[in-house]
């Protein structure tokens, strides 16, 4: 094999590699929408929800949910939720009757299950549509708590999220667009020495437009 060939190689096995984490570990998007047209998908996502790792995810949008009952053909619509009053009695209801928030919310737990349990990299397009402040709060908490190689990585409008306390530095980014191109730039806030952890409140330097990432007049 001569030094033309290694490299060819090298480089054919580097690009299978970026080819199989693209099929296998990258879940581009928001939350799976409605599998019942796609047998191999909802396959997948029913031997999740049969996961009793599953509900302890689902429940938190609700803590009297106790046990789900996934079905076959339709998951995200006829599956079985079943909650427990206080006095042990149980009621059962199927998803489609849910609200929209617990609809919502048993296709997020989907990904977020995939990220903790399945080590899968999960682009999510503005989360807090779909959580309110405190539930995303849990969600992030689980997520960070958990040890795991998976990746959650979502876009927002919250500004609660911009504390120290739950993240790093360098796992909040901003995008911010050219006033004049009219290009977007993406950068950290790791980029902002001025800003340190002690910092209790960063969003009231972003409120000031020190950050960047607002509309320009």
Known sequence: MNHSESIFLSANADAIETACWFKNI??????PEDQDGNPAGRDEDIKIMRDPRFVDIFRMVDYSICRIEADNDKPYGKSLIIRRDAEGNEIRRELQQDSTGVREFFAWAVQIF??????????????DRVLNPILSDRVVAFVNGAEHKGQFIFST????????????????????????????????????????????KVYEFYMKGILGGTAFE
């Not at 990258?26 to 939350?31: M, R």
């Not at 530095?169 to 001025?194: M, W």
């Open 26 to 31: 990258l879940l581009p998007g928001t939350v």
């Open 114 to 127: 995939r990220v903790v349990y399945e080590n899968r990299v999960v682009f999510a397009d503005e989360m």
């Open 157 to 200: 409008h919250n500004v609660l999220h911009l504390n120290l306390k739950t993240y790093m530095k360098e796992q909040i980014y901003f995008v911010t667009k050219s006033k004049d191109s009219l290009t977007s730039e993406l950068y950290s806030l790791a980029d902002f020495p001025e800003v340190r952890y002690e910092t209790a």
